[in-house]
């Protein structure tokens, strides 16, 4: 996710600086990074071999969340925040595969997304797809941005994305209020799906070398353990199976799940009653 220059004005692109949608990019083999993020990705999964197959794991279950929201929950709007770069199975694809007519707001606050954004914004004719520039830290400019209501009826369902993104908001609790007011403007019978980087599955000599990497600079990732994950989803009803890392969130017939450990993240889905 990227910041918001002090004068309102949106980032440049700098292509020697690191940035998360960038090296989330390179980890999926796609070819939308500069050589720093790919520096930047290498450096971390050396220190941290599991961190490839956690990303493949959270844009696996990505589409499987959107599959069961649109197809056997009957969701026909989606909110997602922090989209990141373009790349298979968006989540416009996947629900307007379940019903063409469903309609889909992308969210994010980075200038190469936005660069790449007329690939997000194809859509079944049927339905509607639309890309907000909008930062996930400013919940009120999002919910009130004419793009959204004019693409989403918040007096009917949403399904509200926020995959691998909450992460990237730093500091013990402050996801919460984020969440909670997003959450607020939905009706009844909206979700929340979310994913988000844990450092539960490390042995304490990972934990501490990824603290002493977060604590150098080195990694833009907060952790955020069970209970505090959990606790994002405080009043709704979790759908089975719960919270559990992204690999084991309804898999695919047949499909290998991989060591908790290698994947690092924690998945769940919610509905508000």
């Known amino acids: 996710m990227a910041s918001i220059n002090g004068d309102g004005s949106r980032p440049t692109i700098d292509a020697t600086v690191p940035h998360p949608a960038r090296r989330y990019n390179y980890w999926l083999g796609g070819k939308d990074n500069f050589a720093a993020d790919r520096a930047s990705g290498d450096e971390i999964e050396k220190k941290f071999p599991g961190m490839r197959t956690g990303v493949q794991a959270n844009r696996a279950v990505l589409g499987r969340m959107v599959h069961h929201l ?55 004719p049927a339905g509607r797809t639309t890309y907000l520039e909008a930062d996930l830290r400013a919940p009120s400019k999002i919910l009130s941005d004419p793009g959204l209501r004019d693409t989403i009826d918040l007096d009917r369902p949403v399904a509200l994305m926020l995959v691998a993104i909450l992460h990237f908001i730093p500091g013990r609790g402050a996801a919460q209020p984020l969440v909670d007011e997003l959450l607020e403007a939905l009706p009844a019978g909206s979700f929340l799906a979310a994913t988000h980087f844990t450092t539960d599955f490390m042995t304490d000599a990972e934990r501490e ?52 450990r290698l994947v690092g993240m924690l998945a769940a889905v919610g509905r508000k009653p």
Request: charged share 20%; with cysteine; aromatic share 6%.
């Open 70 to 124: 649109a197809a056997e929950a009957g969701v026909r709007q989606f909110l997602d925040i922090g989209t990141g770069l373009p790349t298979a199975g968006n989540t416009h694809e996947v629900a307007q595969r379940a019903d063409p007519a469903c309609r889909v707001v992308y969210v994010d606050n980075d200038p190469m997304v936005m660069t790449h954004a007329q690939a997000l914004l194809s859509s079944t």
């Open 209 to 260: 070398r990824y603290r002493s990497m977060q604590a150098a600079g080195r990694i833009d990732v907060w952790p955020r353990d069970h209970a505090e994950f959990g606790a994002l989803f405080a009043g709704l009803d979790l759908i089975d199976p719960g919270i559990v890392p992204p690999s084991e969130w309804r898999p695919d017939a047949g499909a290998e799940k991989p060591d908790p």
